[in-house]
């Protein structure tokens, strides 16, 4: 009986774990679906349009289900959610789509890992995130911001040379592959890199923004619909700008529809759900550890089934954005122990305060 006990108990404790390589290998499904599609010739802003519809879809009716008591929305907030939807969803998404065609799915991936610094960086300069240089924490933050952001350009503008042991096929192979892989000009790369980077600044305010609007209105799922709902509408308008072809427009039975199906439903709904319970149990800090995973399998997968080409530079690139990363969250996580440490002593302080009191009374 013991033994059953304990090994429900070691399950349960690898739970967080299981979920955190779930959702990362989602993340990773992501940025080679989204490759897939936008390179076989989807509009990347009709691809924003169909992701958002199918995610409002799959969201609606466990908002309507799970927060029909909630509290009410009043015309002010829902501005600012229609605002925040505008700034972070759709501008984000859309740049993503559009750099993504000039670059790989690696390199997205990559990207990503650039998101809780920029973030840390955003908080910073709207004074939602403090930081101290006299002390080591701090000098840790502010040093890992900088790595990591030197990593992300290192990536994308230092290839150096190939690896060899990671070219899975002869020349003779690579030179008939699929539309998935083409050569990208110095331009088009730059190009890519800036926007995709643009994205992730987008999305890093959007995460700034959301915790205020979460404030306001708790209901998380309802509010995430919302949000996709708004984003569908802004990015439909914005397509139609784009895109005036009718048969863009067009979704078969291939991979366009699937890409958009798997981002929309999978990685809004299913990622979404694992994030907030892994929060739950183990911090934000847990959590953000995982992301450079999404980057590792993306790699490993592309290698093998799109032929792409790691160079050592991106490697290196890789290496001091990951280390960037960790002293961010080092720093972070030895801020918030010290806070924590602090308020634990004070309310000691206050009980041991209290006791004197009566036991001189």
């Given at each position: 009986?013991?033994?059953?006990?304990?090994?429900?108990?070691?399950?349960?404790?690898?739970?967080?774990?299981?979920?955190?390589l779930?959702?990362?290998?989602?993340?990773?499904?992501?940025?080679?679906?989204?490759?897939?599609?936008?390179?076989k010739?989807?509009?990347p802003?009709?691809?924003?349009?169909?992701?958002?519809?199918?995610?409002?879809?799959?969201?609606?009716?466990?908002?309507?289900?799970?927060?029909?008591?909630?509290t009410?929305?009043?015309?002010?907030?829902?501005?600012?959610?229609?605002?925040?939807?505008?700034?972070?969803?759709?501008?984000?998404?859309?740049?993503?789509?559009?750099?993504?065609?000039?670059?790989?799915?690696?390199?997205?991936?990559a990207?990503?890992?650039?998101?809780p610094?920029?973030?840390?960086?955003?908080?910073?300069?709207?004074?939602?995130e403090?930081?101290?240089?006299?002390?080591?924490?701090?000098?840790?933050?502010?040093?890992?911001?900088v790595?990591?952001?030197?990593?992300?350009?290192?990536?994308?503008?230092?290839?150096?040379?190939?690896?060899?042991?990671?070219?899975?096929?002869?020349?003779?192979?690579?030179?008939?592959?699929d539309?998935?892989?083409?050569?990208?000009?110095?331009?088009e790369?730059?190009?890519?890199?800036?926007?995709m980077?643009?994205?992730?600044?987008?999305?890093?305010?959007?995460?700034?923004?959301?915790?205020?609007?979460?404030?306001?209105?708790?209901?998380?799922?309802?509010?995430?619909?919302?949000?996709?709902?708004?984003?569908?509408?802004?990015?439909?308008?914005?397509?139609?700008?784009?895109?005036?072809?009718?048969?863009?427009?067009?979704?078969?039975?291939?991979?366009?529809?699937?890409?958009?199906?798997?981002c929309?439903v999978?990685?809004?709904?299913?990622?979404?759900w694992?994030?907030?319970?892994?929060?739950?149990?183990?911090?934000?800090?847990?959590?953000?550890?995982?992301?450079?995973?999404?980057?590792?399998?993306?790699?490993?997968?592309?290698?093998?089934?799109w032929?792409?080409?790691?160079?050592?530079?991106?490697?290196?690139g890789?290496?001091?954005?990951?280390?960037?990363?960790?002293?961010?969250l080092?720093?972070?996580?030895?801020?918030?122990?010290?806070?924590?440490?602090?308020?634990?002593?004070?309310?000691?302080?206050?009980?041991?305060?209290?006791?004197?009191?009566?036991?001189?009374?």
């Amino acid at each position: 009986m013991k033994s059953l006990l304990r090994g429900a108990m070691a399950m349960e404790n690898q739970k967080p774990y299981i979920s955190m390589l779930f959702v990362q290998c989602i993340y990773a499904g992501m940025a080679l679906f989204s490759k897939a599609a936008i390179a076989k010739g989807m509009n990347p802003y009709v691809f924003v349009v169909y992701r958002q519809a199918f995610a409002t879809v799959a969201l609606a009716p466990f908002a309507f289900f799970l927060e029909s008591k909630q509290t009410s929305l009043s015309y002010n907030l829902l501005c600012k959610i229609f605002l925040v939807s505008l700034c972070g969803l759709t501008l984000s998404l859309n740049l993503y789509y559009v750099a993504i065609n000039y670059t790989t799915a690696t390199f997205a991936a990559a990207t990503t890992n650039t998101i809780p610094v920029l973030t840390f960086i955003i908080a910073v300069c709207l004074r939602m995130e403090s930081i101290s240089i006299r002390r080591l924490p701090g000098i840790s933050k502010v040093l890992g911001s900088v790595i990591s952001l030197s990593g992300a350009l290192v990536f994308a503008f230092v290839k150096g040379p190939p690896i060899n042991f990671m070219n899975w096929y002869p020349a003779t192979q690579k030179q008939t592959s699929d539309s998935l892989i083409k050569s990208y000009s110095v331009g088009e790369w730059i190009k890519g890199s800036l926007i995709m980077i643009s994205a992730n600044t987008a999305w890093s305010f959007w995460l700034v923004l959301q915790g205020r609007i979460v404030k306001q209105y708790p209901a998380k799922i309802r509010l995430t619909a919302l949000q996709c709902f708004f984003s569908c509408i802004q990015s439909t308008f914005w397509a139609i700008a784009a895109e005036r072809n009718p048969s863009a427009w067009k979704l078969g039975w291939d991979v366009h529809l699937l890409s958009v199906a798997y981002c929309g439903v999978i990685v809004t709904g299913i990622t979404y759900w694992l994030q907030v319970w892994t929060i739950e149990k183990k911090g934000p800090v847990f959590t953000a550890i995982f992301t450079p995973l999404a980057l590792v399998i993306t790699a490993i997968v592309s290698a093998f089934l799109w032929k792409e080409t790691l160079h050592w530079g991106s490697v290196g690139g890789v290496v001091l954005l990951v280390g960037g990363l960790y002293s961010v969250l080092w720093g972070k996580k030895r801020e918030d122990g010290k806070v924590v440490t602090n308020e634990q002593n004070a309310d000691t302080n206050k009980e041991e305060i209290v006791l004197e009191c009566i036991t001189h009374q």
